[in-house]
């Protein structure tokens, strides 16, 4: 059974760094076109695709946040964590990991909802 | 990159069929043939529900279905049914190496 759970700080002040991580189970992030990928939902909005990386640690961000964002794996631990620098109250939503299987993101986490407020 | 283009809301009647549209670009979903749909309750995660444009996983009802024509893709729910309520997302593959996602579309059944 393949399984991810994000955690981290439910609440961040404005410029202050983002920690969040994903832990898995049930897949190894060594197998071959396997990745992790991070997608974001504001309250009341649409996902937004942040980071992905692969089993050859590739890394992929978003153009947009890309100089915000550092995606890291830790394959002994079963873990990818993803920093987004210099949070704003904007920045404020729930952050899921999922697993991508080729191309799509098969499985997903519970999502953590982090808060950015003074 | 810009996100997918669906509609905001559609709604159909128990029974029937809709069918969602998801417009992007020929560097997104022109471009491959990596076009997935997601389905989210609310509170949920959002579920895979369609991947490659027109596969569905294991467990996925077959009243679902895929496809795509040039820059737009589509999904078809057929036999609505109240538990099909909720919010569907497209998402595709990009020319850049990353992933767009659209802005969803609420599904209501009445």
């Known amino acids: 059974q393949i399984t991810l759970k994000e955690s981290g700080p439910t609440l961040v002040k404005p410029t202050q760094t983002l920690t969040l991580t994903c832990s898995f189970s049930g897949f190894s992030l060594s197998s071959t076109g396997v990745g992790v990928g991070w997608i974001r939902q504001p309250p009341g909005k649409a996902l937004e695709w942040l980071a992905v990386v692969y089993w050859d640690d590739t890394k992929r961000y978003s153009p947009s946040l890309k100089n915000r964002l550092t995606i890291t794996q830790d394959t002994s631990k079963n873990q990818v964590v993803l920093t987004m620098t210099n949070m704003d109250p904007v920045d404020t939503a729930t952050y899921f990991c999922?697993?991508?299987?080729?191309?799509?993101?098969?499985?997903w986490g519970q999502g953590a909802l982090v808060s950015v407020s003074s | 990159q810009s996100a997918l283009t669906q509609p905001a809301s559609m709604s159909g009647s128990p029974g029937r069929s809709i069918t969602i549209s998801c417009t992007g670009a020929?560097?997104?979903?022109?471009?491959?043939?990596?076009v997935s749909w997601y389905q989210q309750h609310p509170g949920k995660a959002p579920k895979l529900m369609i991947y490659?444009?027109?596969n569905r996983p294991s467990g996925v009802s077959n009243r679902f279905s895929g496809s795509k024509s040039g820059n737009t893709a589509s999904l078809t729910i057929s036999g609505l049914q109240v538990e099909d309520e909720g919010d569907y997302y497209c998402?595709?593959?990009?020319?850049?190496?990353?992933?767009?996602f659209g802005g969803g579309t609420k599904l209501t059944v009445l």
């Open positions: 998402s595709s593959y990009t020319s850049s190496n990353t992933w767009v």
């Open positions: 490659a444009v027109s």
């Open positions: 999922a697993r991508l299987s080729s191309e799509d993101y098969s499985n």
């Open positions: 020929s560097s997104d979903v022109g471009a491959y043939n990596y």
